[in-house]
């Protein structure tokens, strides 16, 4: 049974940072493909930053590149996501997300994985 426990996020004023943590059992990320996700209420859930075992890279969305960083630790099998220089329009619930390999980090991005953390809140006021 794969489980997917989150942990990081919270509140945190413009321009900070905050590092988000996906914890992996029943699964061994080093062999899946991994992403980071966020919805608000309202808009569809998007993938921000996402990283594929075929061909090693990742991908970021425009509105976190160079601002966001994904990160494996294979050996705690876990994910983070590094956020830095925070702004207001970061604000949402932010879910890990696991399936075996896709093509590329940027098309898990584009997927519904198939395993999902329960999510945390991230909120950045101005």
């Known amino acids: 049974q794969v489980q997917l426990v989150q942990s990081g996020g919270g509140r945190v004023q413009s321009g900070g940072s905050l590092r988000l943590s996906c914890a992996a059992s029943g699964v061994t990320l080093e062999h899946y493909a991994v992403g980071w996700f966020r919805q608000v209420p309202g808009k569809e859930r998007e993938g921000v930053a996402c990283?594929?075992?075929?061909?090693?890279?990742?991908f970021y969305v425009d509105s976190v590149k160079g601002r966001f960083t994904i990160s494996r630790d294979n050996a705690k099998n876990t994910v983070h996501l590094q956020m830095d220089s925070l702004k207001p329009e970061d604000t949402a619930v932010y879910y890990c997300?696991?399936?075996?390999?896709?093509?590329?980090?940027?098309?898990?991005?584009?997927?519904?994985?198939?395993?999902w953390g329960q999510g945390t809140q991230v909120t950045v006021s101005s």
């Open positions: 997300g696991v399936e075996p390999p896709v093509a590329t980090a940027r098309a898990l991005c584009r997927r519904v994985p198939d395993y």
């Open positions: 990283t594929d075992v075929s061909d090693g890279g990742a």
